[in-house]
């Protein structure tokens, strides 16, 4: 009788459990997969799944990359890509074909690209050949480069490929619209400057500017860049069919950079100029091509005159022309309103005692009997490298155009010195900030 009643003890403890203090414990099932709720008796639900209506698509991860076979991670919910490098850039989720070269190339097209391929010159042309064509030039090439600041649209330059678009574009319009990548432009000359982004808003554009053959007979091309690093974007300048120069510039963002290339090996040569953007993701902007015979300044380095009489710093990415004699200085800047904006400088023994008022009253009679329709705006007293000077705005006519001039008058050892800034009168405006820094920044050394 006692051993039943024990074994009728342990099955009740196995069913009801047993005490503890006054509570139960509760064994959780052992046929609950995701084990039990709070009461341990209740099996707990499958947990939630990361990838439950996820889905992984094939997308465009940057401009060349296109992200494929996405497979959902169970731990995280995030999608896990294949990378694809794509050649000719992602665009709708899709790598973008291969550029077809158009029918309207007669010499096809640069390998890999939508660029119409540049006419061969055949041999026998003494003079190269019309730009984009392969008929012989029958007039020797001009000296100096056509239009090199594109103040006249394309004229003297082939175009081919979409990305320089069908005219340079103006910078003012270009900021005004903001339509810059990053700063707005600036460091440009004149109004108009020609870009493998702007005209389509699309860096991926292909295209080539290449200038008319012309003579060499300066010692230095200069002209103005901006672009970013890239093997497929650069300039060069082929010299009697031989690249003699190719740059691939790196500065990406405004203002525009001036480069300077040493001709002297190449005087009397003829050569034309190539710009090549033949990148889907890289653009270039060029300007003020010119053949000159002293280098300009880099950014505010003063211009020391040859015989030591003065120095003065140019306004940025204006050049220094050559002076009719010692003692002077020609600065050009662009052409604005049918007139080329430039700073003279001209030096000249005066009489002994004559003072910079004496100087600056003679200069104003000059200037009353040899301009055209001149009139006095304004004077006043400047400082000028810690002398003192007289200052006058006027304008006047010359060849029919309207003309307006800053001129500082100061004698400093026995020297008078003029300095002048001109521009159409239209213009003065936009330039007087600089002209007022240019002309602060001279000083006689008295050589």
Known sequence: ???????????????????????TV??????CTYGCLA????????PPNPCE?????????????????????????E????????????????????????????????PGTDVCRSAVCPEYCRYGCIPGTIQCNSEPPSSGIKNGDFEEGYAGWNVSGIAFGSSPFEGAVANAQQLYLKEPYSG??????????????????????????????????????????????????????????????DNPYPPFQRVTWNLSNYIGKTAFIRVVDASNRHYIEVDDFRLVDTPSPKAGQPYVEPSGKFS???????????????????????????????????????????????YFAKGKTGLELLLQ??????????????????????TYTSMGISLKTREVFLVYNGVGYKISATTAEQSFERHSKEFDETIKSFKPLGG
């Open 1 to 23: 009788m006692k051993a039943e009643f024990v074994i009728l003890l342990f099955f009740a403890l196995l069913f009801f459990g047993c005490t503890n203090g006054g509570g």
């Open 312 to 358: 003065i710093v140019p306004p940025l990415n204006w050049f220094i022309g050559q002076a009719p004699a010692q003692g002077q200085a020609f600065i050009y800047g662009s052409k604005e309103n049918n007139f080329t904006n430039q700073i003279t400088v001209i030096s000249e023994e005066v009489n002994p005692g004559e003072t910079t008022e004496l």
């Open 53 to 77: 209506n996820v889905t992984c698509p094939d997308r465009c991860e940057d401009e060349n990359t296109l992200n494929t076979n996405g497979q959902c991670n169970p731990e995280t919910g």
């Open 26 to 31: 509760k064994v959780c099932p052992s046929n």
């Open 79 to 110: 999608c896990v890509y294949r990378k694809n490098v794509c050649p000719f850039g992602c665009e709708n989720n899709t790598c973008r074909m291969a550029p077809r070269c158009p029918a309207t190339c007669p010499f096809g097209c640069e």
């Open 373 to 394: 329709n001149y009139s006095k705006i304004a004077e006043q007293d400047v400082v000028i490298d810690g002398l003192n000077a007289k200052q006058i705005d006027y």
């Open 39 to 46: 009461d341990n008796i209740t099996c707990a639900p499958p």
């Open 188 to 249: 440009y000359s004149g109004a108009y400057f020609a870009s493998s982004y702007l005209p389509n808003m699309d860096k991926r554009a292909m295209g080539n500017l290449t200038s008319e053959p012309f003579f060499i007979n300066k010692k230095y091309l200069e002209f103005l860049v901006i672009a970013q690093l890239s093997a497929q974007v650069y300039v060069e300048l082929v010299v009697n069919k031989t690249v003699v120069y190719h740059l691939e510039p």
